[in-house]
């Protein structure tokens, strides 16, 4: 599977995770493409929106750009949702990580998987009401 | 233009206007081929969020399927948005209808151009504060 491709099955399956719990999910179209800021996917138990950056890694760190974190909080003021990550490493779960929680370099952003399996949610603990 | 390059630049084309306006809009991916129910666009101004069905007709009056808006509403329910169609008919701008305005018939719902253009919003009033 191409990059790409894996990234895709990564948002289906969890699209399929927050049906399966009783959330709207929705792939966004033409993410990381589109001219207009927009996130992975958008999902909602009704009161709280989150907007999401999915990422599956097999490296131990997982580094995202200025631009991406900057674009995902501008979209996510303006929809009136939280900015979230959710990031698989090499055998952990889905891992929840509020952008509050990654370190900022000099030029751009990261988390460790150590740092994610601390201070991350697991699906159940996000979903959890 | 095939029927869904025509949809799909559509939707692009009010995609433009909402971020025109200063309000967040995604285009979902799949939209009326996912299993699961999903809108052919979200847009927010940050406080309210809308769910949109949108339709090109060249036709006097716009059809749609008990499933279609049934499918529509309920997503907007769990989602916590409200439930619209964008609808642009020949020679009108978008005409943006609340499902309620719809007259329900037998076994679909209908909404004609003459109808529309009464109880509809362009999107210039749709979206002023």
Known sequence: M???SRGIA???D???KFWGVGWACVRVAGSGSSQFPSPDIIA??????FVIETKITRDNKKYFSSKEIRSLKFFAEKFGAEPWLSIKFFQT??????????RETSNNFVISKEEALTKGLTFEEFTKD
Chains 1, 2 share one sequence.
């Open 2 to 4: 191409s990059r790409k």
């Open 10 to 12: 990564g948002e289906r």
């Open 14 to 16: 969890l699209i399929h």
């Open 44 to 49: 909602s138990n009704n009161l709280r929106k």
């Open 93 to 102: 779960p889905w891992l929840f990580i509020s952008t509050e929680d990654l």
